[in-house]
């Protein structure tokens, strides 16, 4: 059914969700966005579906976008890599209005779009050890189509201090940041996530849909005319000089033109 995510429910209709390319740090391709956006509706018509864990398969979370994927962009005409940033986009708004709770399960390293999927949960926990960033400028680029989800959670303020400087933190200070709820040691990260899902196991499931959407309604704007203000955002970064150059020294294993010695 899938082949970059792995979907198992159990018998009380909580389903895990995990991100399941380990070994490319479950960095996200235009494949794996396709089936996140699949699986979100899937799950979200699914009447025996009560809860969803969001998790990843090995050592991290989400590395953000696939290398291979951001290569490929490079050579792409303008109105194809906004195609390819649209895919990003859908997946988000599928995920963030998925009628069930949505619950974090964060077991490594979030980055760029990690950082995106971890937002637009309804709640997050994360490992101590996780560490964060939104490395987009480094690359040149911009944390654009995940922008709406990451103000959202955190508010312009706490964004801006780590949205524009590709800056790594800890998981005690994506607390502080609003990302994720708590931070937990390793061997208590199902306790935590499980004490998120419990509760609404008690809960009327067509009232928690409907208080979600209201949540919703009722906080931040993201409607169309954001999302494809996001996506016209990016596609003018990518013909930017200096996504030209980030992405080449990248690649090239270099250090861009602008790092200062």
Same mark, same amino acid.
């Given at each position: 059914?899938?082949?970059?995510?792995?979907?198992?429910?159990?018998? #009380?209709?909580?389903?895990?969700?995990?991100?399941? #390319?380990?070994?490319?740090?479950?960095?996200?391709?235009?494949? %794996? +966005?396709?089936?996140?956006?699949?699986?979100?509706?899937?799950?979200?018509?699914?009447?025996?579906?009560?809860?969803?864990? +969001?998790?990843?398969?090995?050592?991290?979370?989400?590395?953000?976008?696939?290398?291979?994927?951001?290569?490929?962009? !490079?050579?792409?005409? *303008?109105?194809?890599?906004?195609?390819?940033?649209?895919?990003?986009?859908?997946?988000?708004?599928?995920?963030?209005?998925?009628?069930? *709770?949505?619950?974090?399960?964060?077991?490594?390293?979030?980055?760029?779009?990690?950082?995106?999927?971890?937002?637009?949960?309804?709640?997050?926990?994360?490992?101590?050890?996780?560490?964060?960033?939104?490395?987009?400028?480094?690359?040149?680029?911009?944390?654009?189509?995940?922008?709406?989800?990451?103000?959202?959670? %955190?508010?312009?303020? &706490?964004? #801006?201090?780590?949205? %524009? $400087?590709?800056?790594?933190?800890?998981?005690?200070?994506?607390? !502080?940041?609003?990302?994720?709820?708590?931070?937990?040691?390793?061997?208590? +990260?199902?306790?935590?996530?499980?004490?998120?899902?419990?509760?609404?196991?008690?809960?009327?499931?067509?009232?928690?849909?409907?208080?979600?959407?209201?949540? #919703?309604? &009722?906080?931040?704007?993201?409607?169309?005319?954001?999302?494809?203000?996001?996506?016209?955002?990016?596609?003018? !970064?990518?013909?930017?000089?200096?996504?030209?150059?980030?992405?080449?020294?990248?690649?090239?294993?270099?250090?861009?033109?602008?790092?200062? $010695?």
């Amino acid at each position: 059914m899938f082949e970059t995510l792995q979907l198992d429910v159990d018998a #009380r209709g909580v389903a895990t969700l995990t991100l399941n #390319r380990p070994e490319k740090h479950n960095a996200m391709s235009g494949q %794996m +966005l396709e089936e996140l956006t699949r699986a979100a509706q899937q799950l979200g018509a699914d009447a025996a579906v009560r809860v969803v864990r +969001l998790t990843g398969a090995g050592q991290s979370f989400c590395a953000g976008g696939d290398l291979a994927w951001m290569q490929a962009q !490079r050579e792409m005409a *303008p109105a194809t890599r906004a195609a390819e940033a649209r895919k990003l986009a859908t997946m988000l708004g599928a995920l963030n209005t998925l009628p069930k *709770p949505l619950i974090g399960m964060i077991q490594g390293n979030a980055f760029g779009g990690g950082v995106g999927l971890a937002c637009v949960c309804d709640v997050a926990i994360a490992v101590e050890t996780a560490k964060f960033g939104l490395t987009e400028t480094r690359l040149g680029l911009i944390p654009a189509t995940i922008g709406p989800y990451v103000l959202a959670r %955190m508010g312009e303020g &706490l964004a #801006r201090r780590v949205f %524009m $400087s590709a800056r790594i933190f800890d998981a005690a200070e994506a607390v !502080r940041l609003r990302i994720v709820a708590r931070a937990v040691p390793a061997d208590t +990260l199902e306790d935590a996530v499980e004490a998120e899902v419990a509760p609404y196991l008690a809960c009327a499931p067509g009232a928690v849909a409907a208080a979600k959407q209201l949540a #919703r309604d &009722l906080g931040p704007r993201i409607d169309d005319a954001v999302v494809d203000h996001t996506i016209a955002a990016l596609a003018a !970064r990518w013909e930017s000089e200096e996504a030209a150059e980030g992405i080449a020294a990248f690649f090239d294993k270099r250090r861009p033109g602008w790092v200062a $010695s």
